[in-house]
């Protein structure tokens, strides 16, 4: 099947500065013709619009691009699963999806596009249903995992170890999303805090978020012996072993799990990197992993640990991570990974341009899926 991708751009300008008009007509539509499909959702659907804007974003987008738009929708059907997506809910996505186009163009819809956009969800369908099966052939769609030990390290800090039922392959650096039983169908990305280890078992940093359901479940109501829900193991921010001598780690607060999950990853390597870690927080209370990273550092000689405050007054210098290695003199010559929110990992990587490190040796998070790395 050839898909227009001219048609399909053109209409997509159409609707792009209402889009979110054209994803609530989509769910309401969705939702009322199919309503079996609704229980698949969770009952607030603010972040499933978001999502569903940036899936279609990305597939616009990458449609000339096949290997990657591959592999986006490889991810996005492994992803699905957990949701219990089945194949026979796809044309009922399609058919209300070009609908929801149709009505929000403001009259300048054409029939053509119809036709480009069915071929195209077609297409898009097609290889999602068969990434999914391929998938389910050796994982199931979520892990349940037991709760094994839940440490309130600052008063909205926890940092909480699972054990999944089953094997959980991951890379070092990756994330997982979680969903707690008392939010079922909610869903929230948290990175896992270690590298692969024999026991099977997963750390994560969660910080409770002010009115975020998930995060408040984890940290304040949830006790060992509780179990939790796993997603697949997504995210890239994962460590080129060929070209790794020297290595800068910024973290912003909770932005540190991956980075010490690299850190252990490169603790085990037969030429071990140096590293400099850098983990900037508010206030030196919210330094909430420092006897982790000292043992780290026992293990593990080439490796620097610098904390950073940056809003205590009386402390100098006050600084962020990213000030603290300009303040010690430090300029990047190897890879540089930076993981916090995504003010902090904007704001650091023009910084770093601007030092002089080089674009491709910055890596940063992001989630395909969600606008930034945002637990809530
Ligand atoms: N828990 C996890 O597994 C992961 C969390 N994250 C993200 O990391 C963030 C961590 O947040 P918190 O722990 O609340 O820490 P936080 O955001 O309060 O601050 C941590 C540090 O980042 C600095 N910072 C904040 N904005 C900055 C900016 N624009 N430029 C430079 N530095 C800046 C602060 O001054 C502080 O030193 C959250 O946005 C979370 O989504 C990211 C990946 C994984």
Known sequence: MTIDIGLIRHS??????????????????????????????????????????????????????GASLGDYLGQLARDHRKYGVRPEHYPAVGHCLVAAMRANAGGAWLPVYDEAWMTAYRYIAEVMIQAAEEDAAHAPPAWTATVVSHEMRTPDIAVISVEPDQAYPFRAGQYATLQSPLWPKVWRPYSIANAP???????????????????TALTKRTRPGDTVLLGPPRGSLVLDRARTSHLVFLAGGTGLAPLKALVEESAWM??????????????????????????????????????????????????????????HRIVPDGDVFVCGSSGMVRDT?????????????????FSPDTSSFVPS
């Open 349 to 365: 990587v023009i910084r770093l341009v601007a030092m002089g490190v080089r674009n491709d040796r910055v890596h940063t998070e």
């Open 197 to 215: 280890r024999h026991d099977n078992r997963l750390s994560f940093h969660v910080r409770t978020v002010p009115g975020g359901w998930v995060s």
């Open 270 to 327: 037969p030429d071990r990197p140096s590293i400099d870690l850098f983990h900037g927080v508010r206030h030196s209370a919210d330094a909430y992993d420092l006897a982790d990273l000292r043992r780290l550092r026992s293990q593990h000689k080439r490796l620097r640990v610098i904390q950073a405050v940056s809003d205590e007054p009386g402390q100098w210098p006050a600084h962020t991570a990213v000030d603290a290695l300009e303040h």
């Open 12 to 65: 997509w300008l159409l609707v792009a500065p209402v889009a979110e008009k054209v994803t609530m007509h989509f769910y309401g539509k969705l939702f009322s013709e199919y309503p079996h499909i609704r229980e698949l959702f969770p009952a607030a659907m603010d972040l499933q619009r978001d999502r569903l804007l940036r899936a279609l974003t990305q597939v616009v987008l990458n449609l000339e691009n």
